[in-house]
Nanobody, 121 residues
Framework: QVQLVESGGGLVQAGGSLRLSCAAS?????MGWFRQGPGKEREFVAA????????YYLDSVKGRFTISRDNAKNTVYLQMNSLKIEDTAVYYC?????????????????WGQGTQVTVSS
């Protein structure tokens, strides 16, 4: 069983940046970031294939967020720029058993505990 630990969340002003990290206890396949805002369902944010050569984004974060990974460190990152108040949420990383990046929540088997991102005006 893979354990995932997110870090890098915090409080930032609108327009600012944060970089989230997700460290895995072992080798992982495709990875994804999801978020859950107050009173909202968990939603897909970004995904990356095992090789890192393929990525997939939620339309509202395209051009602002970048997902990347370092397989030597078993770590995936989410660089978030030009943050908006509506990006406020708990952010979770997750891993699938497949190699391809996917936005489908049900394809993810293991989840981290989440890290809070709060964007203020």
């Amino acid at each position: 069983q893979v354990q995932l630990v997110e870090s890098g969340g915090g409080l930032v002003q609108a327009g600012g940046s944060l970089r989230l990290s997700c460290a895995a206890s072992g080798r992982t396949s495709a990875m994804g970031w999801f978020r859950q805002g107050p009173g909202k369902e968990r939603e897909f944010v970004a995904a990356i294939s095992r090789s890192g050569g393929s990525t997939y984004y939620l339309d509202s974060v395209k051009g602002r967020f970048t997902i990347s990974r370092d397989n030597a460190k078993n770590t995936v990152y989410l660089q978030m720029n030009s943050l908006k108040i509506e990006d406020t949420a708990v952010y979770y990383c997750a891993t699938t058993r497949g190699l391809r990046a996917t936005p489908r929540l049900y394809e993810y088997d293991y989840w981290g505990q989440g890290t809070q991102v709060t964007v203020s005006s």
